[in-house]
Protein backbone atom coordinates (compact mmCIF):
# COMPACT_ATOMS: atom_id res chain seq x y z
CA UNK A 1 0.00 0.00 0.00
CA UNK A 2 1.18 3.21 -1.18
CA UNK A 3 0.93 7.20 -0.24
CA UNK A 4 1.92 9.54 -2.57
CA UNK A 5 2.38 13.33 -0.01
CA UNK A 6 4.97 16.07 -0.41
CA UNK A 7 7.38 14.46 1.98
CA UNK A 8 7.62 10.89 -0.36
CA UNK A 9 8.51 13.24 -3.25
CA UNK A 10 10.95 15.06 -1.10
CA UNK A 11 13.03 12.30 0.36
CA UNK A 12 12.31 9.96 -2.76
CA UNK A 13 10.49 7.13 -0.43
CA UNK A 14 8.05 4.68 -0.96
CA UNK A 15 6.35 5.27 2.75
CA UNK A 16 5.79 8.44 4.75
CA UNK A 17 7.70 7.41 7.46
CA UNK A 18 11.32 8.64 8.61
CA UNK A 19 13.25 6.84 11.34
CA UNK A 20 14.01 8.75 14.58
CA UNK A 21 17.71 9.75 15.13
CA UNK A 22 18.23 7.44 17.97
CA UNK A 23 21.85 8.09 19.30
CA UNK A 24 23.25 4.29 19.47
CA UNK A 25 20.03 2.58 18.50
CA UNK A 26 20.07 4.34 14.89
CA UNK A 27 22.88 2.16 13.10
CA UNK A 28 23.80 1.75 9.75
CA UNK A 29 22.52 -1.74 9.39
CA UNK A 30 19.20 -0.63 11.02
CA UNK A 31 19.01 2.44 8.88
CA UNK A 32 20.01 0.22 5.54
CA UNK A 33 17.27 -1.98 6.67
CA UNK A 34 14.34 0.54 6.93
CA UNK A 35 15.72 1.99 3.75
CA UNK A 36 15.48 -0.86 1.88
CA UNK A 37 11.94 -1.84 2.71
CA UNK A 38 10.87 1.65 1.61
CA UNK A 39 11.07 4.03 4.34
CA UNK A 40 13.81 6.75 5.68
CA UNK A 41 16.90 4.93 7.73
CA UNK A 42 18.72 7.03 9.52
CA UNK A 43 21.82 7.28 11.24
CA UNK A 44 22.03 8.63 14.86
CA UNK A 45 25.29 10.49 15.27
CA UNK A 46 24.53 11.61 18.64
CA UNK A 47 28.29 12.54 20.01
CA UNK A 48 29.89 10.53 17.09
CA UNK A 49 33.29 12.24 16.29
CA UNK A 50 33.98 13.17 12.22
CA UNK A 51 35.74 10.00 11.59
CA UNK A 52 33.27 8.01 13.19
CA UNK A 53 30.86 9.70 11.33
CA UNK A 54 32.31 9.23 8.21
CA UNK A 55 32.91 5.06 8.74
CA UNK A 56 29.14 4.81 9.52
CA UNK A 57 28.12 6.55 6.71
CA UNK A 58 30.46 4.50 4.14
CA UNK A 59 29.26 1.64 6.05
CA UNK A 60 25.18 2.23 5.63
CA UNK A 61 26.70 2.71 1.61
CA UNK A 62 27.61 -0.61 1.34
CA UNK A 63 24.17 -1.67 2.81
CA UNK A 64 21.65 0.32 0.72
CA UNK A 65 21.50 2.26 -2.83
CA UNK A 66 18.29 4.01 -1.26
CA UNK A 67 17.49 7.73 0.60
CA UNK A 68 19.08 7.78 3.92
CA UNK A 69 19.34 10.51 6.79
CA UNK A 70 22.25 11.71 8.89
CA UNK A 71 20.84 12.91 12.16
CA UNK A 72 23.02 15.53 13.80
CA UNK A 73 22.45 17.31 17.19
CA UNK A 74 23.42 20.60 17.81
CA UNK A 75 24.50 20.09 21.11
CA UNK A 76 27.57 17.75 19.49
CA UNK A 77 30.85 20.07 20.21
CA UNK A 78 32.01 18.99 16.50
CA UNK A 79 29.04 20.45 14.52
CA UNK A 80 30.99 21.95 11.94
CA UNK A 81 32.82 19.47 11.52
CA UNK A 82 30.14 16.92 10.83
CA UNK A 83 28.72 18.82 8.51
CA UNK A 84 31.65 18.95 6.00
CA UNK A 85 31.41 15.15 6.32
CA UNK A 86 28.04 14.94 5.32
CA UNK A 87 28.71 16.99 2.40
CA UNK A 88 31.62 15.37 1.57
CA UNK A 89 29.81 12.44 1.52
CA UNK A 90 27.20 13.28 -0.59
CA UNK A 91 24.83 12.58 2.13
CA UNK A 92 21.28 12.36 0.51
CA UNK A 93 19.31 14.07 3.85
CA UNK A 94 21.02 15.89 6.47
CA UNK A 95 18.23 16.01 10.11
CA UNK A 96 18.65 18.15 12.99
CA UNK A 97 17.61 18.17 16.55
CA UNK A 98 18.51 19.68 19.69
CA UNK A 99 18.78 23.40 18.64
CA UNK A 100 18.88 26.19 16.08
CA UNK A 101 20.37 24.47 12.43
CA UNK A 102 19.64 28.01 10.60
CA UNK A 103 23.17 28.96 9.44
CA UNK A 104 23.96 25.75 8.10
CA UNK A 105 20.82 25.25 6.03
CA UNK A 106 22.04 26.83 2.86
CA UNK A 107 25.37 25.85 2.48
CA UNK A 108 23.74 21.77 2.88
CA UNK A 109 20.71 22.48 0.27
CA UNK A 110 23.46 24.22 -2.21
CA UNK A 111 24.93 20.34 -2.18
CA UNK A 112 21.39 19.71 -3.19
CA UNK A 113 21.30 17.93 0.24
CA UNK A 114 17.37 17.84 1.61
CA UNK A 115 17.42 19.38 5.35
CA UNK A 116 14.80 18.29 7.89
CA UNK A 117 14.66 20.22 11.48
CA UNK A 118 13.01 18.37 14.69
CA UNK A 119 11.03 21.19 16.77
CA UNK A 120 8.85 21.71 19.62
CA UNK A 121 7.32 24.63 18.77
CA UNK A 122 6.27 26.74 16.40
CA UNK A 123 7.95 29.83 16.79
CA UNK A 124 11.50 27.76 16.07
CA UNK A 125 9.53 25.89 12.98
CA UNK A 126 8.42 29.49 11.50
CA UNK A 127 12.41 30.83 11.64
CA UNK A 128 13.30 27.42 10.07
CA UNK A 129 11.02 27.96 7.18
CA UNK A 130 12.67 31.39 6.89
CA UNK A 131 15.47 30.09 6.94
CA UNK A 132 15.07 27.53 3.93
CA UNK A 133 14.46 24.10 5.29
CA UNK A 134 12.72 21.61 3.20
CA UNK A 135 10.25 19.98 6.08
CA UNK A 136 9.83 20.20 9.80
CA UNK A 137 9.29 17.21 12.39
CA UNK A 138 7.15 18.40 15.01
CA UNK A 139 8.13 16.23 17.97
CA UNK A 140 5.66 15.99 21.23
CA UNK A 141 6.64 15.32 24.37
CA UNK A 142 5.29 11.48 24.20
CA UNK A 143 8.49 10.86 22.38
CA UNK A 144 11.70 8.63 23.95
CA UNK A 145 15.23 10.57 24.34
CA UNK A 146 15.20 14.63 24.61
CA UNK A 147 11.40 15.81 24.83
CA UNK A 148 9.44 19.39 24.76
CA UNK A 149 6.53 20.01 27.14
CA UNK A 150 3.74 19.97 24.45
CA UNK A 151 2.07 16.81 23.27
CA UNK A 152 2.14 15.75 19.61
CA UNK A 153 -1.94 16.23 18.95
CA UNK A 154 -1.50 20.15 19.47
CA UNK A 155 1.56 20.64 18.06
CA UNK A 156 1.07 18.89 14.58
CA UNK A 157 -2.52 20.83 14.52
CA UNK A 158 -0.37 24.25 15.17
CA UNK A 159 2.41 23.32 13.05
CA UNK A 160 0.26 22.69 10.42
CA UNK A 161 -1.59 25.61 10.68
CA UNK A 162 1.27 28.23 10.72
CA UNK A 163 3.70 26.51 8.47
CA UNK A 164 3.87 26.16 4.25
CA UNK A 165 6.81 23.39 4.11
CA UNK A 166 5.30 19.99 5.14
CA UNK A 167 5.09 18.39 8.53
CA UNK A 168 6.27 15.18 9.96
CA UNK A 169 4.68 14.06 13.39
CA UNK A 170 6.98 12.39 15.92
CA UNK A 171 5.62 10.74 19.21
CA UNK A 172 3.60 8.37 20.44
CA UNK A 173 3.68 6.89 17.09
CA UNK A 174 3.71 3.30 16.65
CA UNK A 175 0.61 2.41 15.18
CA UNK A 176 -1.41 2.99 12.03
CA UNK A 177 -3.97 4.16 13.88
CA UNK A 178 -1.60 6.72 15.20
CA UNK A 179 -0.34 7.28 11.12
CA UNK A 180 -4.11 7.90 10.17
CA UNK A 181 -4.77 10.51 12.91
CA UNK A 182 -1.30 12.76 12.20
CA UNK A 183 -2.75 12.53 8.72
CA UNK A 184 -5.74 13.99 9.46
CA UNK A 185 -4.46 16.54 11.19
CA UNK A 186 -2.42 17.71 8.65
CA UNK A 187 0.74 15.87 8.47
CA UNK A 188 2.39 14.68 5.55
CA UNK A 189 4.93 12.10 7.04
CA UNK A 190 5.61 10.78 10.77
CA UNK A 191 8.74 9.32 12.30
CA UNK A 192 8.92 6.42 14.27
CA UNK A 193 11.69 5.68 17.12
CA UNK A 194 10.91 3.01 20.02
CA UNK A 195 9.01 1.06 17.08
CA UNK A 196 11.90 0.41 15.35
CA UNK A 197 14.36 -0.50 18.32
CA UNK A 198 11.61 -4.09 18.89
CA UNK A 199 12.76 -5.23 15.27
CA UNK A 200 14.94 -7.87 14.24
CA UNK A 201 17.57 -5.81 12.98
CA UNK A 202 18.03 -3.21 15.63
CA UNK A 203 21.37 -4.24 17.61
CA UNK A 204 19.95 -2.91 20.60
CA UNK A 205 20.90 -5.54 23.53
CA UNK A 206 17.53 -7.80 23.90
CA UNK A 207 17.09 -6.58 27.30
CA UNK A 208 16.40 -3.13 25.61
CA UNK A 209 13.88 -5.20 23.10
CA UNK A 210 12.19 -6.85 26.13
CA UNK A 211 11.59 -3.73 28.10
CA UNK A 212 10.36 -2.63 25.26
CA UNK A 213 8.15 -5.20 24.62
CA UNK A 214 6.99 -5.70 28.31
CA UNK A 215 6.36 -1.56 29.12
CA UNK A 216 2.87 0.21 29.59
CA UNK A 217 2.02 3.12 28.36
CA UNK A 218 2.85 4.79 32.01
CA UNK A 219 6.19 2.61 32.11
CA UNK A 220 8.09 5.72 30.92
CA UNK A 221 9.44 8.75 33.30
CA UNK A 222 11.03 12.22 32.27
CA UNK A 223 14.98 12.43 34.09
CA UNK A 224 17.10 15.42 33.48
CA UNK A 225 14.10 17.90 34.46
CA UNK A 226 16.03 19.94 36.94
CA UNK A 227 19.54 19.48 35.28
CA UNK A 228 18.01 21.77 31.88
CA UNK A 229 17.97 18.18 29.52
CA UNK A 230 14.77 16.64 30.15
CA UNK A 231 14.59 12.84 28.82
CA UNK A 232 11.72 10.23 28.51
CA UNK A 233 13.35 6.96 29.34
CA UNK A 234 11.81 3.21 30.50
CA UNK A 235 11.25 3.33 34.52
CA UNK A 236 13.98 1.31 35.60
CA UNK A 237 16.57 1.10 39.21
CA UNK A 238 18.75 3.63 37.30
CA UNK A 239 16.37 6.15 36.32
CA UNK A 240 14.62 5.89 39.52
CA UNK A 241 18.03 6.60 41.25
CA UNK A 242 18.56 9.35 38.36
CA UNK A 243 15.10 10.94 39.66
CA UNK A 244 16.59 11.32 43.24
CA UNK A 245 20.07 12.66 42.39
CA UNK A 246 19.00 15.76 40.56
CA UNK A 247 17.62 17.29 42.94
CA UNK A 248 20.09 16.21 45.81
CA UNK A 249 23.55 15.96 43.68
CA UNK A 250 23.18 17.54 40.42
CA UNK A 251 26.84 16.95 39.63
CA UNK A 252 26.58 13.15 40.68
CA UNK A 253 23.58 12.99 38.42
CA UNK A 254 25.52 14.45 35.34
CA UNK A 255 28.40 11.83 35.70
CA UNK A 256 25.96 8.90 35.91
CA UNK A 257 24.22 9.82 32.69
CA UNK A 258 28.13 9.43 30.74
CA UNK A 259 27.91 6.37 29.16
CA UNK A 260 24.55 5.49 30.16
CA UNK A 261 23.07 4.99 26.95
CA UNK A 262 25.85 3.00 25.67
CA UNK A 263 25.32 0.81 28.91
CA UNK A 264 21.53 0.37 27.93
CA UNK A 265 21.92 -0.63 24.07
CA UNK A 266 25.22 -2.67 24.12
CA UNK A 267 24.76 -4.08 27.61
CA UNK A 268 21.19 -4.01 28.58
CA UNK A 269 22.71 -2.86 31.98
CA UNK A 270 18.95 -2.03 33.65
CA UNK A 271 21.43 -0.40 36.82
CA UNK A 272 23.31 1.60 35.06
CA UNK A 273 21.71 2.29 31.44
CA UNK A 274 19.33 4.60 30.32
CA UNK A 275 16.79 2.72 28.36
CA UNK A 276 15.84 5.68 26.41
CA UNK A 277 11.74 4.99 24.81
CA UNK A 278 8.18 7.22 24.11
CA UNK A 279 4.88 6.41 25.94
CA UNK A 280 4.62 4.37 22.58
CA UNK A 281 6.19 1.51 24.12
CA UNK A 282 2.74 0.63 26.05
CA UNK A 283 1.80 -0.36 22.09
CA UNK A 284 4.47 -2.45 21.20
CA UNK A 285 3.55 -6.20 21.77
CA UNK A 286 5.91 -8.01 19.29
CA UNK A 287 9.46 -8.20 18.18
CA UNK A 288 9.38 -8.02 13.86
CA UNK A 289 10.98 -7.30 10.86
CA UNK A 290 11.47 -3.97 9.59
CA UNK A 291 9.84 -5.12 6.38
CA UNK A 292 6.51 -6.93 8.06
CA UNK A 293 6.64 -3.60 11.03
CA UNK A 294 6.59 -1.11 7.83
CA UNK A 295 3.90 -3.04 6.09
CA UNK A 296 1.77 -3.53 9.12
CA UNK A 297 1.67 0.01 9.89
CA UNK A 298 0.74 1.05 6.27
CA UNK A 299 -1.91 -1.26 6.35
CA UNK A 300 -3.57 -0.38 9.54
CA UNK A 301 -3.01 3.13 8.43
CA UNK A 302 -5.37 2.38 5.46
CA UNK A 303 -7.40 0.30 7.36
CA UNK A 304 -8.13 3.68 9.69
CA UNK A 305 -9.16 5.97 7.62
CA UNK A 306 -11.55 3.27 5.59
CA UNK A 307 -13.45 2.98 9.10
CA UNK A 308 -13.29 6.35 9.67
CA UNK A 309 -14.80 7.66 5.90
CA UNK A 310 -17.88 4.94 7.03
CA UNK A 311 -17.93 6.66 10.31
CA UNK A 312 -18.06 9.94 9.12
CA UNK A 313 -20.41 8.84 6.20
CA UNK A 314 -22.40 12.41 4.89
CA UNK A 315 -26.12 12.20 3.59
CA UNK A 316 -27.30 15.55 2.42
CA UNK A 317 -31.14 16.46 3.93
CA UNK A 318 -33.58 17.29 1.71
CA UNK A 319 -34.92 21.05 1.74
CA UNK A 320 -38.60 21.56 2.13
Not at 186 to 195: D, L
Not at 243 to 257: G, I, Y
Request: charged share 25%.
Amino acid sequence: MKITTRITELLDIEYPIIEGGMAWVGTPKLAAAISNAGALGTIGSGNMTPDILREKIKEIKHLTNKPFAVNIIMLNPYVEELIKVVIEEKVPVVIFGAGNPAPFIKDLKDKNIKVLAVVSSDNLAIRLERSGVDAIIGEGMECGGHIGDVTTLVLIQKLTEVLSVPVVAAGGIATGRAIAAMFALGAEGVQVGTAFIATKECEAHQNYKERILKAGIRDTVVTGVKLGHPARVIKTPFSKKMLKLETNSPEEAEEMLVGSLKKAFINGDISQGSFMAGQSAGLVKEIKSVDALLKDLMKEAFESVEKLTRKFSIKETSKT
